[in-house]
């Protein structure tokens, strides 16, 4: 099944159950109907079959979902075994913990390299990279040709650090910085991220007990 036949809502609802499915293979659990599937992410299990009829083959009436085989599925589609080579701009807090606590490489990611406009934080190392200045980018992109950035870097700065490693050959940027970023090229992707607005979402809810 290719992308492009499965709809944005699906898509965006596969981290989740790749996630799920992972738990229940590190539990052993070989296989599993729709309903407990649908019980345990808290969806209808018509939900989960409208879903996953998208990766055809799995899901056997009286059977249920193989649980390995539609994780590799998901897998595959989500690009968890790409390793696309990545870099991180703006080593401050944020871009430390980030780097020191996501697991690019399950994610389909390598994080190969991090820089900062602050000369005072070059040559430290974080998670095992050493954190270089903002002048070394357009040297370390031609040899190293990363294709991911991760944007930790004030509001002001973004726009201009993003053109200048679309130039450099970025093909995709999450973005953490509070500027949402559009670029105007087709073959661009952003995934803008703000925590912020997951809390806003909490407090709605909360406002509605
Ligand atoms: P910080 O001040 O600790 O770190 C920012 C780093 O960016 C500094 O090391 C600075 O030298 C560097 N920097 C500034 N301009 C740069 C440039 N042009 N090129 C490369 N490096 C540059 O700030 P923190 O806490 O790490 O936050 C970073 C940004 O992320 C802030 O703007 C903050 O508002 C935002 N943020 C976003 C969140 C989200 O959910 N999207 C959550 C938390 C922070």
Redesign the pocket.
């Known amino acids: 099944m290719s992308k492009g036949t499965i709809s944005v809502s699906v898509i965006k609802r596969l981290p989740r159950y790749y996630r799920f499915l992972g738990e229940l293979e590190k539990q052993r659990v070989e296989r599993i109907s729709s309903g407990k599937l649908a019980a345990l992410m808290k969806l209808t299990a018509s939900q989960i079959r409208q879903d996953l009829n998208c990766f055809g083959g799995f899901g056997q009436q009286g059977y249920g979902y193989n649980v390995a085989e539609l994780r590799a599925e998901i897998g595959k589609i989500l690009g968890v075994d790409k390793g696309y080579p990545t870099i991180m701009?703006?080593?401050?807090?944020?871009?430390?913990a980030i780097a020191s606590h996501i697991n690019f490489e399950s994610r389909g990611c390598k994080l190969i390299g991090i820089?900062?406009?602050?000369p005072k934080?070059t040559g430290e190392t974080v998670a095992d990279i050493p954190i270089r200045h903002?002048d070394d980018i357009e040297a370390f992109c031609g040899e190293h040709k990363p294709v991911i950035a991760v944007l930790?870097?004030?509001?002001e700065?973004t726009r201009?650090?993003a053109e200048r490693l679309v130039e450099l050959g970025i093909k995709a940027f999450w973005n953490?910085?509070?500027y949402d970023l559009t670029i105007e090229h087709s073959d661009i992707v952003v995934e803008n991220?703000?925590?912020?607005d997951s809390l806003l979402t909490l407090t709605y809810n909360v406002n509605a007990l």
């Open positions: 701009i703006g080593a401050g807090n944020l871009g430390k820089f900062d406009i602050n934080l903002t930790c870097i004030p509001k700065a201009q650090i953490y910085s509070h991220v703000h925590l912020g």
